[in-house]
């Protein structure tokens, strides 16, 4: 009788000697091998198993005929291998037989390698075409690689053709370690050991040639980005704070926003969050002018989706889905200066300062390592500031426009992120320096209602993020690009002492999407 547990939960298999097995692809799991079973011949035809336990015993042999048969034991019989099925290896193990591929897959993974390390030692013959492909997965619990190192793969007894080298063409195999780095290994054959070694050439960049990131790696910056992108939502939310009105009241103020953006960076990211500002203001008279200080409270959270696709000829993932989840707090002082009015208007002078942390927590179901999903935990300082000068003129008795130009600078500190799959990602610094150009127009209706209307030009100059796997460079995402702002509100002064504003504001350009926000404000 035979019995397995699919999807991944261990089962035990307990052959009668000499019955032949044949796993279908009834389901994917791991196969646990009984002591002593010794069945007569197994196949998989369909399906993707892993084979552990006792050593497998197969006197009529193991055809792998479809899907993948990964073993984390030893094996006595052959083992052939058809074209576009995967024989893989976990570890080092011995095959008493002999050896069969024909335009298959050979996958190597290793939980612990260091160089030298033979995975597959055959005691027959390999006999392995050069349409056979090679792939090597490095776990986490493995150093990285270096320029010169060697791993075995196989060894035996004899080669079948001699110097093998598979994939004459490109003499390469591939691999990766932490879901970080890719290695395009050279392949050596000495007729008895078929080896792959990190080449020690270096390419026009300075970087080695068989050694990089992997293009999905970027989408662990993407993740990081978003981090920014929402504390600059978070400095946008700040200038709701500035009274429009000079008042000499101490004024207390609390305004939220709330809405969904997407970011193009390259890619993109989708992200949906909710900001909160709090704090107070008062006001004093100074000889022709009139000065407002402040201080508040930052928080926000959101949640966040990228997306990310790449060329699938030199990516082993051609499309990465990413998320996760963003939280922020701090707080910042604000000041500002209004110059003393004319018939026409009067010119103004602001400026706010603010510092706080920042956790993201991201991962990512399309990049596995090992079978292992790779997820990071990144916490950051962050620090900025605003500076603005503007005119507000007065068209008529109920009619001004406020005319704005303002500059924005934020930083979110670098982190050095461990990934779930063991590689360590050294993220930088990362600076947002946007200026923005608008107006603001205010028509009041009565002296309790009050709608506006505002258009803005953005540009942000920076917003790259850098990062780096034991010094090879990520492919950096960026914000860089402008983006025009619309808004609509309406100011509601229903007492002396109460103020509430609405407003709804539309982003059109890098940053697309559509934000709602509540300021409330009272005077004591």
Known sequence: TTNWVENGIAGAVDFENGDNVTFNGQGTGDVVIAAGAEPGIVTVSAGDYTYSGAELKAAG???????SATFATDIKGNVSVASGATFGVIDSHTLTGD????GATLEFTGSSVSPNFTFLKVLGTATISATTKISVILQNSSPALKEGDKLNLISATSFTTGKLVPNPATTKATGTWGGALKYLFDIENDGATLSIVVPKEGSGDGAPKGIQTTPEAKAYSEGYLTGLAML????????????????YDFEGFAITSGGTNRYNTGSHV????????AGATKGFALKNSKLTLGAFFEYGTGTYDTYNSFNPVTATIPHVH????????????LGRIDLAESASGHLYFEGSARAGRIKNKYDSNDIVSAGVVATYD?????????????????????TSLDLSAKYFFTKEKGDDVKLSTGAVVNFEDVNSSRIRLGGRLTSKKSDKVAPYAALSYEYEADGKAKASVLGYAIDAPSLKGSTGIGELGVTLTPTGKLTVDLGVQGYAGKRQGITASLRVKYAF
């Open 232 to 247: 600059n939502q978070s400095g946008d939310l700040l200038l709701s704070a500035f009274p429009k009105n000079f008042a």
């Open 99 to 102: 050896l069969t591929a024909s």
């Open 378 to 398: 990144a916490k950051a300082h962050y620090y900025g500031f605003h500076a603005g000068i503007g005119y507000d003129w007065k068209i008529s008795e109920k």
């Open 61 to 67: 042999g193991v055809n792998i005929t479809g899907g």
């Open 322 to 333: 990413g998320d996760g989840d963003l939280k922020y707090f701090g707080g910042g002082a």
């Open 270 to 277: 989708d992200l949906k969050s909710f900001n909160l500002i």
